[in-house]
């Protein structure tokens, strides 16, 4: 006999009524084997004074399972679990212990795409350079939202749309890279995204499915180098230097293999953070042109340069079509808002679209409306103006405290532009017992593995400084000091 006394629990402070508390752990029972099919149910009256519930409880329950055909009542004999589900044999974890941890079936992981990844940050954190979500401009973003939503006229857009991204986000960006970047572009040449890592992905899938090498830098963005890989591409490294790639190295390359892409961040370096030269960028543009790959041109803070204008990206000096542009308005406003485009031909923007729309049917239209309103009314343009100030100011304070509190162990160039510092640890210091250190003081820094997964021994990493006000940073420093001069002296 089944001891439903024993197997039934009832949370009384949950939202779920208790009836389907009660019908969902009978259907979880009938599933796992522990009441049999076909066996006889106890009546209402009786499980009720088992289990501590009211009858009307228990007959609401029963009734619910009965309209569901999992339970059926015979006049003068009782209530049965209905006979004609399939004999399940026990699986001897009882009930309610939900999924385990091994699946019973076959499947690949991808386990070179495993790697540690951000959480919410619970205590004091030196990101990788990210913006400062307490500045974001969420009342501009919540008006726009609003006054989308609250126009019946607006209703349609809450149906399924373009899975090449909102119609008139697509126009406005159009005309927003022709007047921040002198991309010179139409709608059909831009397809929104969740940011620019799926851009990356689609990319990558369509240029490298049948394989091929792709270029990367010495140092390399990692997400970038992971999604090239798995779409089936060799990785060929050549030197960065404080010019950026160093572009004759891709020349020598080309003359020896048929490469098919070149991935760069052009305006700052990722890891690094350096800039590409403009020699260097007319040099790659003709590169691609006489030997036919894809640049790959990942412009993820072109927004963010403190020392002079920004340099043009690639793909607005590009003629031959060979650049294929990604952004986001992720790293002006916030990580969580996620609004990318690629830029680049119709036909492969096409043929992105179409792929993005077997994992993705389209993104947030209402959200992408709204954005594409704070660009037409410059609100975009005004926080980002807002934040660059902001953020120049934070990296001329990091500088100084790393200047002050811990050039003895490391060094670095100052930042062009960006929200981060690239730092190289002395030789003789090790990364990772210095964030042990840190993180016992309620500290978290980057973790050293993203910045060398290919075992280079650059002592590298990458210290953002835009998400701090000058109270964190200087703590932080501190910690930071207090762990390096620890290690130091081990």
């Not at 660009?375 to 100030?389: F, N, V």
């Amino acid at each position: 006999m089944v001891s439903f006394k024993n197997l039934i629990h009832i949370d009384r402070s949950a939202e779920t009524p208790i009836y389907l508390q009660l019908h969902n752990v009978i259907i979880h029972m009938i599933k796992s084997g522990v009441i049999k099919s076909g066996a006889k149910l106890p009546g209402t009256r009786s499980l009720s004074l088992q289990i501590g519930l009211h009858r009307k409880t228990v007959i609401a329950a029963y009734d619910e399972l009965m309209g569901q055909g999992w339970i059926t009542t015979i006049p003068a004999k009782g209530t049965f679990v209905s006979d004609k589900l399939p004999e399940v044999k026990p699986r001897g974890q009882g009930v309610g212990k939900g999924l385990k941890l091994e699946a019973g079936f076959s499947f690949e992981a991808r386990k070179h795409l495993h790697r540690p990844y951000a959480q919410l940050p619970s205590m004091l954190t030196i990101d990788e350079g990210i913006p400062d979500v307490r500045i974001a401009p969420i009342v501009e973003i919540l008006r726009h939202y609003r006054s989308i939503v609250s126009r019946s006229y607006n209703a349609k857009y809450l149906s399924y749309g373009s899975f090449f991204g909102d119609n008139s986000l697509r126009e406005i960006l159009a005309n927003y890279l022709q007047e921040t970047r002198g991309i010179a572009c139409s709608k059909e040449n831009i397809l929104i995204t969740r940011g620019s890592q799926m851009g990356m992905y689609l990319a990558s899938q369509l240029i490298h499915q049948k394989g091929g090498f792709s270029i990367v830098g010495e140092t390399n963005y990692i997400a970038a180098s992971l999604t090239l890989t798995d779409a089936g591409a060799s990785l060929l490294r050549v030197r960065v230097d404080e010019n950026g790639l160093n572009t004759n190295g891709i020349q020598a390359l080309c003359e020896k293999h048929k490469i098919k892409s070149v991935y760069v961040t052009s305006h700052h370096h990722h890891p690094t953070t350096v800039t590409l030269s403009p020699e260097r960028r007319l040099h790659l543009i003709e590169l691609a042109h006489q030997y036919g790959f894809a640049i790959l041109e990942d412009d993820y803070d072109y927004d963010f340069h403190y020392q002079r204008a920004p340099l043009l990206p690639l793909a607005s000096a590009d003629e031959g079509n060979h650049v294929i542009y990604m952004g986001a308005v992720c790293k002006i406003i916030a990580p969580a808002i996620r609004v990318g485009y690629m830029v680049g031909p119709a036909d492969f923007i096409a043929a992105a679209a179409h792929l993005r729309r077997t994992i993705d049917r389209q993104g947030d239209t209402i959200l992408e409306r709204a954005i594409g309103q704070m660009i037409e009314q410059g609100d975009l343009q005004r926080h980002s103006r807002k934040a660059l100030k902001l953020y120049h100011e934070r990296r001329d304070h990091f500088h100084q405290l790393l200047t002050d509190h811990l050039s003895e162990f490391i060094s670095f160039s100052v930042p062009e532009g960006g929200m981060a510092f690239w730092v190289t640890l002395r030789e003789g210091l090790i990364w990772e017992a210095i964030a042990k250190t840190c993180l016992e003081n309620e500290l978290v820094i980057p973790d050293w593995k993203n910045y060398d997964s290919h075992n280079s021994g650059h002592n590298g990493i990458r210290l953002g400084f835009a998400s701090l006000n000058f109270e964190e940073q200087t703590k932080a420093v501190l910690i930071l000091k207090s762990a390096m001069k620890k290690e130091s002296e081990n």
